[in-house]
């Protein structure tokens, strides 16, 4: 079990060099994570290859038995690149080229950029090949973070052409399911087709759907043709992985199709960055992990564990004493296997001076470097619980595609993906149910429960395979729009919503309403609770499902907000607004305790995984809590052994 920091002794003096070794070597760590940013450094000049700093580094690494993670350069390119072939810059939707002093400026279709970073990963791969510190490759840093996902440059537009003539072979095809017709746009040639750059009103969605399709295909591929050259070059035990960022449903790749070609995931921890002036709820971060775990249905690293507050020009929450390390019980509890906390030492120069790490700029051994020290001493014991793998009775399916989709046209004002995806998992997460997050292609066959967010494009594949889940016994929770569309971004013809999977939720969708931030409309229950739903609803009929909640504003008094319906031996939940959480949470275990799923009942702002005889406690709020026997004070995390008591079974 690898467990240390993110190290960038190309910062400091080299005269802190061991010093600094010593430090990472008290705090308990034994990996350090360097050289991600060091391109320059490797390659001063074009064609002048230099690694003498870093052989340095891991001579001294190595004396105090520090393995060694090597950070593939290609997220900082040096200004001699982009003086030379400033066509490697990318370009906003509005044409401005991206310059020069940020990080990831670069084109992924550039053909010099491509050269230049496939050269400097060679050298660099090859020259530690054989070193047998270097344990581990992370390719690129963050692939798609900060923006860098998009660029609308002439490499993208024409790369933009040959994609869409691949796919649709002629343009006759392309006119016919884009709906081109529609405002008179039909194309004569691909070579008329814009990139979804500002216009006047908006973009064809179907052209929408195809340009982030195309955008993922560019950053994958460039991800997958470094990963390439590091397999080919890289020692044989030496695996490759790479760092996704937060926002990851907010990215214009597919995450999943990112990492195929790699060995593990890595996932940067930051429950709170920026100007936050809370953390993010802890139902959101779980999730995150249980998204990382997702991608290869394997356990995961953390490779930038949050422990100081963090921003570029603007600061905000600071974690309390201990909140961070519960942070890191929380990971642990949901399948990262290594840990490697963001970063040594704060950087005094430079645009991340405000990216506190575990020392800061007084270079004392404070509080966080007590935590991290602690952090690390009390999981080591548990690795090999660690290392199980996470069975899951419960999954949440996701779509890119379908998130594409909804970000081509929100439809609601208050629409956000992230937000609807939590509204079905945070109820069962609220039970400590373990629950995996996976794209819609994965096998689905052995869960029990199968949530499915606002999966506007539902074709009838997937529609069938659901229809199979259910009938076998399975229980399925759709939430509103489910259904509307095809592949091609575009609205299922004489299909009554929910289209292809109307006859599995048992109902009829005649008419549809967005709702604003601000509104919200009541609903209540058969037994007369009440309650709310927002952002959107649907107008359900039931065509055969059960009424569990019905609008109670007036003309919709009888349409119904949420329905189950019996479909073989399984059950299917319609969601027809955003309900909340009151309402959603005993529907939560009314199905859980159906298909008899390990649960238990903790105070609310603390968590309790339950894994291989093991119970991992969070108390994710700043009082003290009783959980599961336990008395945590306020941020404190552990782990205990299971007892039967501890939990509802
Ligand atoms: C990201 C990046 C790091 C650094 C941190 C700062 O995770 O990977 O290089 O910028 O954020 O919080
Ligand atoms: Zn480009």
């Known amino acids: 079990m690898y467990v240390g920091v993110d190290y960038y002794p190309e910062h400091w003096p080299e005269s802190m060099l061991e010093k600094d070794l010593d430090g990472i070597k008290e705090l308990g760590a034994n990996m350090i994570r360097i050289g991600e ?17 870093f052989d340095k580094v891991i001579k001294e690494a190595k004396k105090r038995n520090l393995s060694v993670m090597f950070g593939t350069p290609t997220a900082t390119f040096p200004a001699w690149l982009a003086a030379k072939h400033p066509s490697i810059l990318s370009k906003d939707e509005y044409g401005h080229v991206r310059a020069f002093g940020g990080r990831r400026q670069y084109c992924f279709n550039s053909p010099e950029y491509n050269r230049y970073a496939a050269k400097i990963t060679e050298e660099v791969v090859k020259h530690f090949a054989d070193e047998p510190a270097v344990v581990v490759w992370q390719i690129d840093n963050e692939f798609g973070h900060e923006g860098s996902d998009w660029c609308f440059c002439e490499h993208c537009h024409s790369g933009f052409h040959h994609f869409l003539e691949k ?23 691909f070579s008329e087709i814009p990139m979804p750059v500002p216009t006047v ?38 695996p490759i992985t790479t760092n996704v960022s937060g926002g990851f449903f907010d990215k214009a790749f597919d995450h999943a199709e990112n990492v195929r070609v790699m060995d593990f995931v890595s996932y940067d921890n930051y429950p709170v960055w920026g100007g936050l002036t809370e953390p993010i709820a802890p139902a959101a971060i779980a999730m995150t992990h249980d998204f990382n775990r997702g991608l290869k249905d394997q356990n995961y690293w953390i490779v930038e ?33 290594n840990m490697l906390y963001f970063r040594w030492r704060g950087m005094t120069k430079g645009a991340e001076q405000f990216c506190f790490g575990v020392v800061d700029q007084d270079n004392r051994y404070g509080r966080k470097f007590k935590e991290v020290q602690s952090l690390f001493s009390e999981i080591q014991p548990y690795e090999h619980v660690l290392n199980e793998k996470i069975e899951s009775d419960i999954a949440v399916l996701y779509d890119y595609d379908n998130i594409w989709s909804w970000k081509s046209q929100v439809q609601s004002a208050s629409f956000d993906f992230n937000a609807e995806l939590l509204r079905l998992y945070a109820p069962f997460y609220r039970h400590n149910a373990s629950i995996d997050v996976i794209p819609t292609d994965r096998a689905f066959e052995k869960y029990k429960v199968l949530l499915v967010p606002v999966m506007q494009i539902i074709d009838d594949e997937l529609a069938a395979r659901l229809k199979r889940f ?75 499902a059960e009424v569990i909640w019905q609008y109670s504003d007036e003309f919709y008094e009888k349409q119904a907000a949420l329905t189950l319906n019996k ?57 003290t809590q009783h959980v599961c026997g336990e008395t945590l004070a306020p941020y404190e995390s552990k782990v205990i052994q299971y007892k039967k008591n501890n939990g509802q079974k």
């Not at 940013?37 to 700093?53: I, K, T, V, Y």
């Not at 072979?169 to 040639?189: A, C, H, K, M, P």
């Not at 006859?503 to 209540?524: C, F």
């Open 167 to 189: 796919k649709y072979q002629t343009v006759d095809e392309l006119n016919e399911r884009w709906g081109t017709i529609f405002w008179g746009q039909t194309y004569n040639s």
């Open 201 to 238: 009103t908006t973009h064809n969605p179907s052209l929408k759907l195809d340009y982030t399709r195309f955008r993922s295909e560019s950053v994958n591929n460039f991800a997958h043709k470094m990963t390439d050259i590091t397999r080919e070059h890289a020692g044989s035990g030496q």
């Open 305 to 337: 564990e949050l422990m100081g507050a963090q921003g570029h020009n603007v600061i905000g929450y600071l974690p309390r004493p201990n909140q961070a390390k519960m942070w890191s019980y929380q990971a642990f509890a949901h399948g990262c296997t």
């Open 567 to 623: 479909f073989g031996e399984g059950s299917v939940y319609y969601l027809a607004t955003g309900l909340d959480s009151e309402v959603l949470e005993p529907v939560a275990l009314d199905i859980i305790k159906k298909h008899d799923i390990w649960h238990t009942e903790t105070p609310a702002g603390t968590e309790a995984v339950k894994r291989n005889g093991h119970l991992f406690l969070m108390n994710h709020t700043g009082r």
């Open 37 to 53: 940013f060091a391109w320059h450094l490797m390659e001063p000049q074009e064609g002048q290859f230099d690694f003498s700093f």
């Open 470 to 544: 259910a009938e076998s016994g399975g229980t399925v929770v759709f939430s509103f729009r489910a259904g509307l569309k095809n592949r091609d971004n575009n609205i299922h013809f004489e299909q009554t919503l929910p289209g292809p999977v109307a006859d599995l939720a048992g109902i009829e969708i005649y008419e549809t309403e967005a709702l604003a931030a601000h509104q919200s409309v009541p609903v209540k229950s058969k037994d007369g609770k009440e309650g709310s739903g927002k952002v959107w609803r649907d107008l359900v009929t039931p065509a055969g």
